[in-house]
């Protein structure tokens, strides 16, 4: 895997360990050469695995709408920025940069797009992994919803395990380059 997408907060959240971890995840995509494409800003968890790849010599591409760059968020220091116009082209831009997604600790965005690109597996649009670096129990509860779902017959239980989990970067990034996609359609085919 040469390119990964990486969603995370704009804001460093309550707790120093998510800030060292996306710095450790940062360190461990320079050991395996791994360019980082990321939404492009110059804050929060966002700002902390650019800068700690950058500060090694690594690669980092952001993609931001045109929006989002007038409020002065983006990186000014990236190996490139891409300028779309709108979240919709955002999303759509990092998905074909990627060869797999990985989400860190953030909020309604991070989540958003994590589960996009869940769907987008499950529905067979693409075969890259998707994963979380599950710091701090940070996505627990998402973990059990997935549960949860599978369980009440929304999720086949092949999709709900799509979701790569770690708490450690270099085996997370391990999993992820052995990541087998499941096989069958999404729909489970189940009268009441």
């Known amino acids: 895997m040469k390119r990964i ?4 907060g704009s804001n460093f959240g309550k707790r120093t360990e998510y800030i060292i971890a996306a710095k450790k995840l940062g360190k461990e995509f320079i050991k395996r050469d791994i360019t980082l494409v990321y939404g492009g800003a110059k804050v929060g968890i966002m700002g902390a695995i650019a800068d700690q790849i950058l500060a090694l010599g690594g690669q980092v591409i952001g993609v931001m709408p ?16 891409i300028v779309v116009d709108s979240m919709h082209q955002r999303k759509s831009a990092m998905e074909r940069l990627s060869e797999g997604f990985i989400a860190l600790p953030g909020g309604l965005g991070t989540i ?17 992994p998707c ?6 129990a940070y996505f627990d509860c998402l973990l059990e ?18 979701l790569i989990t770690h708490t450690e970067p270099d085996a997370l990034l391990s999993s ?3 990541y087998l996609p499941p096989q069958g ?7 009441l």
Not at 112 to 125: D, I, K, N, R
Not at 131 to 136: D, G, P, R, V
Not at 185 to 191: D, G, P, T, V
């Open 5 to 8: 997408c990486v969603y995370c």
């Open 66 to 81: 045109q929006s989002l760059i007038d409020k002065e968020v983006a990186h000014t220091g990236l190996s490139e920025l």
């Open 112 to 128: 958003e797009e994590l589960l996009e690109m869940l769907t987008w597996a499950q529905l067979g649009f693409h075969q890259k």
């Open 131 to 136: 994963a979380i670096l599950n710091i701090e």
């Open 145 to 162: 919803f997935i549960k949860h779902a599978a369980k009440e017959g929304f999720i086949k239980s092949s999709h709900a395990g799509m």
């Open 176 to 178: 992820m380059e052995n």
């Open 185 to 191: 359609e999404k729909w489970i085919h189940k009268a």
